[in-house]
Protein backbone atom coordinates (compact mmCIF):
# COMPACT_ATOMS: atom_id res chain seq x y z
CA UNK A 1 0.00 0.00 0.00
CA UNK A 2 1.40 3.43 -0.88
CA UNK A 3 2.25 5.56 2.30
CA UNK A 4 1.61 9.72 1.91
CA UNK A 5 2.72 11.43 -0.71
CA UNK A 6 3.84 15.10 -0.55
CA UNK A 7 5.57 17.39 -3.92
CA UNK A 8 8.07 18.86 -4.00
CA UNK A 9 10.63 17.72 -1.60
CA UNK A 10 11.92 21.12 -1.29
CA UNK A 11 11.36 24.61 -2.23
CA UNK A 12 13.62 27.39 -1.83
CA UNK A 13 11.75 31.22 -2.50
CA UNK A 14 12.80 34.89 -2.05
CA UNK A 15 10.79 36.54 0.82
CA UNK A 16 7.49 37.46 -1.27
CA UNK A 17 7.19 34.64 -3.34
CA UNK A 18 4.38 32.29 -3.36
CA UNK A 19 4.53 28.42 -3.31
CA UNK A 20 2.40 25.72 -3.08
CA UNK A 21 2.77 22.18 -1.42
CA UNK A 22 0.65 19.15 -2.81
CA UNK A 23 -0.36 16.17 -0.37
CA UNK A 24 -1.47 12.56 -1.76
CA UNK A 25 -2.97 10.84 1.34
CA UNK A 26 -3.50 7.08 1.73
CA UNK A 27 -6.37 5.91 0.15
CA UNK A 28 -9.79 5.59 2.36
CA UNK A 29 -8.15 8.22 5.12
CA UNK A 30 -10.97 10.80 5.36
CA UNK A 31 -8.55 12.85 7.80
CA UNK A 32 -6.07 14.76 6.44
CA UNK A 33 -3.69 17.23 8.42
CA UNK A 34 -0.73 19.61 7.77
CA UNK A 35 1.74 20.39 10.14
CA UNK A 36 4.76 22.72 10.37
CA UNK A 37 7.92 21.34 11.79
CA UNK A 38 10.74 24.03 11.95
CA UNK A 39 14.23 23.10 12.53
CA UNK A 40 14.65 21.76 15.87
CA UNK A 41 11.28 21.65 17.11
CA UNK A 42 7.93 19.50 17.04
CA UNK A 43 5.25 19.63 14.63
CA UNK A 44 2.76 21.63 15.07
CA UNK A 45 -0.61 21.77 13.74
CA UNK A 46 -1.64 24.12 10.73
CA UNK A 47 -5.12 22.66 9.46
CA UNK A 48 -6.97 19.82 9.11
CA UNK A 49 -9.50 18.00 7.20
CA UNK A 50 -12.13 15.64 7.61
CA UNK A 51 -12.96 14.77 4.13
CA UNK A 52 -13.35 18.18 2.28
CA UNK A 53 -14.80 20.27 5.09
CA UNK A 54 -11.74 22.52 7.20
CA UNK A 55 -12.23 21.41 11.06
CA UNK A 56 -9.63 23.19 12.70
CA UNK A 57 -7.70 26.13 10.86
CA UNK A 58 -7.11 27.85 14.14
CA UNK A 59 -3.87 27.77 13.76
CA UNK A 60 -3.25 28.73 9.82
CA UNK A 61 -1.78 32.08 9.48
CA UNK A 62 -4.48 33.33 6.98
CA UNK A 63 -3.30 36.01 5.74
CA UNK A 64 -0.81 34.29 4.06
CA UNK A 65 -1.74 30.83 4.45
CA UNK A 66 -4.64 28.65 2.91
CA UNK A 67 -5.60 25.05 2.60
CA UNK A 68 -7.96 23.16 0.44
CA UNK A 69 -9.27 20.26 0.05
CA UNK A 70 -11.68 19.98 -2.64
CA UNK A 71 -12.78 16.61 -3.49
CA UNK A 72 -11.89 14.78 0.16
CA UNK A 73 -8.89 13.42 -1.30
CA UNK A 74 -5.43 15.59 -2.33
CA UNK A 75 -4.94 18.74 -0.51
CA UNK A 76 -3.05 21.91 -1.39
CA UNK A 77 -1.34 23.92 1.19
CA UNK A 78 -0.50 27.45 -0.48
CA UNK A 79 1.78 30.59 1.10
CA UNK A 80 0.82 33.59 -0.60
CA UNK A 81 4.00 35.73 -0.06
CA UNK A 82 6.26 33.88 2.01
CA UNK A 83 8.67 35.11 4.86
CA UNK A 84 11.77 33.88 6.27
CA UNK A 85 10.49 33.07 9.59
CA UNK A 86 7.68 30.35 7.26
CA UNK A 87 11.70 28.47 6.42
CA UNK A 88 10.74 24.98 7.78
CA UNK A 89 9.64 21.69 6.79
CA UNK A 90 5.84 21.21 5.91
CA UNK A 91 4.37 17.66 6.64
CA UNK A 92 1.04 15.97 5.59
CA UNK A 93 -0.32 13.02 7.67
CA UNK A 94 -3.09 11.43 7.03
CA UNK A 95 -5.77 8.56 9.32
CA UNK A 96 -9.08 7.73 9.32
CA UNK A 97 -9.62 9.75 12.40
CA UNK A 98 -10.94 9.27 15.87
CA UNK A 99 -7.83 8.65 17.46
CA UNK A 100 -5.95 6.43 14.55
CA UNK A 101 -2.61 6.58 14.00
CA UNK A 102 -1.86 9.66 12.01
CA UNK A 103 0.67 8.29 8.93
CA UNK A 104 3.25 11.29 7.78
CA UNK A 105 4.49 11.94 4.04
CA UNK A 106 8.09 12.52 3.99
CA UNK A 107 7.59 16.58 3.95
CA UNK A 108 8.26 19.30 1.95
CA UNK A 109 11.48 21.07 3.27
CA UNK A 110 11.28 25.13 2.13
CA UNK A 111 13.94 27.64 2.68
CA UNK A 112 12.70 31.37 2.43
CA UNK A 113 15.92 33.74 1.27
CA UNK B 1 -2.67 25.01 22.89
CA UNK B 2 -1.37 22.25 24.57
CA UNK B 3 2.26 21.89 26.38
CA UNK B 4 4.13 18.94 26.03
CA UNK B 5 7.54 18.87 28.20
CA UNK B 6 10.33 16.40 26.45
CA UNK B 7 13.44 15.34 28.03
CA UNK B 8 16.34 15.12 26.84
CA UNK B 9 17.32 17.10 24.53
CA UNK B 10 19.61 14.34 23.48
CA UNK B 11 20.62 11.26 24.49
CA UNK B 12 23.77 8.69 23.69
CA UNK B 13 23.92 5.03 24.14
CA UNK B 14 25.90 2.12 23.44
CA UNK B 15 24.74 -0.61 20.80
CA UNK B 16 22.72 -3.16 22.87
CA UNK B 17 22.06 -0.59 25.33
CA UNK B 18 18.82 1.06 27.58
CA UNK B 19 17.68 4.52 25.85
CA UNK B 20 14.70 6.26 27.74
CA UNK B 21 12.88 9.13 27.15
CA UNK B 22 10.55 11.15 29.52
CA UNK B 23 7.29 13.73 29.04
CA UNK B 24 5.09 15.68 30.82
CA UNK B 25 1.38 17.09 29.47
CA UNK B 26 -0.06 20.23 30.92
CA UNK B 27 -3.34 19.03 30.27
CA UNK B 28 -4.96 17.41 33.30
CA UNK B 29 -7.89 16.12 30.79
CA UNK B 30 -4.94 14.37 28.38
CA UNK B 31 -6.26 11.02 27.62
CA UNK B 32 -3.98 9.77 24.95
CA UNK B 33 -0.06 9.83 24.39
CA UNK B 34 1.72 8.57 21.33
CA UNK B 35 5.33 8.15 20.75
CA UNK B 36 7.01 8.83 17.51
CA UNK B 37 10.08 8.61 15.15
CA UNK B 38 11.61 10.42 12.67
CA UNK B 39 14.65 9.40 11.01
CA UNK B 40 16.39 12.42 9.12
CA UNK B 41 14.47 13.38 5.84
CA UNK B 42 11.85 11.30 6.66
CA UNK B 43 8.16 11.86 8.16
CA UNK B 44 7.88 11.05 12.11
CA UNK B 45 6.47 7.31 12.00
CA UNK B 46 4.40 5.88 14.87
CA UNK B 47 6.24 3.63 17.41
CA UNK B 48 2.93 2.98 19.70
CA UNK B 49 0.35 5.01 21.67
CA UNK B 50 -0.67 4.36 25.67
CA UNK B 51 -3.70 5.97 27.21
CA UNK B 52 -3.97 3.12 30.49
CA UNK B 53 -1.98 3.26 33.62
CA UNK B 54 0.87 1.16 34.04
CA UNK B 55 3.20 -0.03 30.76
CA UNK B 56 2.62 -0.87 27.22
CA UNK B 57 5.48 -3.20 25.58
CA UNK B 58 5.74 -3.86 22.12
CA UNK B 59 9.12 -6.11 21.45
CA UNK B 60 12.00 -3.77 22.48
CA UNK B 61 9.95 -0.89 23.15
CA UNK B 62 7.70 -0.46 26.99
CA UNK B 63 5.65 3.23 27.32
CA UNK B 64 4.89 3.57 30.73
CA UNK B 65 2.08 6.39 31.50
CA UNK B 66 1.52 7.70 35.04
CA UNK B 67 -2.07 9.75 34.44
CA UNK B 68 -1.93 11.43 38.15
CA UNK B 69 1.53 13.27 37.64
CA UNK B 70 0.66 13.42 33.89
CA UNK B 71 4.31 11.89 32.58
CA UNK B 72 4.84 9.18 30.38
CA UNK B 73 7.84 7.66 29.29
CA UNK B 74 9.57 5.49 26.55
CA UNK B 75 11.90 3.12 27.22
CA UNK B 76 14.08 1.05 24.39
CA UNK B 77 16.20 -2.07 25.28
CA UNK B 78 19.05 -3.42 23.50
CA UNK B 79 19.25 -0.36 21.20
CA UNK B 80 20.31 -0.27 17.90
CA UNK B 81 22.33 2.25 15.51
CA UNK B 82 19.02 2.00 13.52
CA UNK B 83 17.34 3.45 16.69
CA UNK B 84 19.52 6.62 16.05
CA UNK B 85 16.36 9.27 15.49
CA UNK B 86 14.31 11.88 16.63
CA UNK B 87 11.70 10.63 19.18
CA UNK B 88 8.67 12.67 19.93
CA UNK B 89 5.55 12.21 22.21
CA UNK B 90 2.66 13.25 21.44
CA UNK B 91 -0.37 14.42 23.46
CA UNK B 92 -3.84 13.33 21.74
CA UNK B 93 -6.39 14.96 23.57
CA UNK B 94 -9.75 15.28 21.32
CA UNK B 95 -8.77 12.00 19.61
CA UNK B 96 -7.55 14.27 16.25
CA UNK B 97 -4.81 16.44 16.73
CA UNK B 98 -1.28 15.60 17.74
CA UNK B 99 0.34 18.03 19.94
CA UNK B 100 4.34 16.93 19.74
CA UNK B 101 6.97 17.61 22.29
CA UNK B 102 10.18 19.44 21.15
CA UNK B 103 11.73 15.80 20.83
CA UNK B 104 15.14 14.00 21.94
CA UNK B 105 17.35 13.34 19.31
CA UNK B 106 19.02 9.36 19.68
CA UNK B 107 22.81 8.52 18.93
CA UNK B 108 23.32 4.71 19.43
CA UNK B 109 26.75 4.19 18.96
CA UNK B 110 28.39 1.09 17.48
Known amino acids: EAGVTQSPRYAVLQEGQAVSFWCDPI?????LYWYQQPRDQGPQLLVYFRDEAVIDNSQLPSDRFSAVRPKGTNSTLKIQSAKQGDTATYLC???????????FGPGTRLTVL | QQKVQQSPESLSVPEGGMASFNCTSSDRNFQYFWWYRQHSGEGPKALM?????GDKKEGRFTAHLNKASLHVSLHIRDSQPSDSALYFCADMPNYNVLYFGSGTKLTVEP
Open chain 1, 93 to 103: ASSTGGGGEQY
Open chain 2, 49 to 53: SIFSD
Open chain 1, 27 to 31: SGHDT
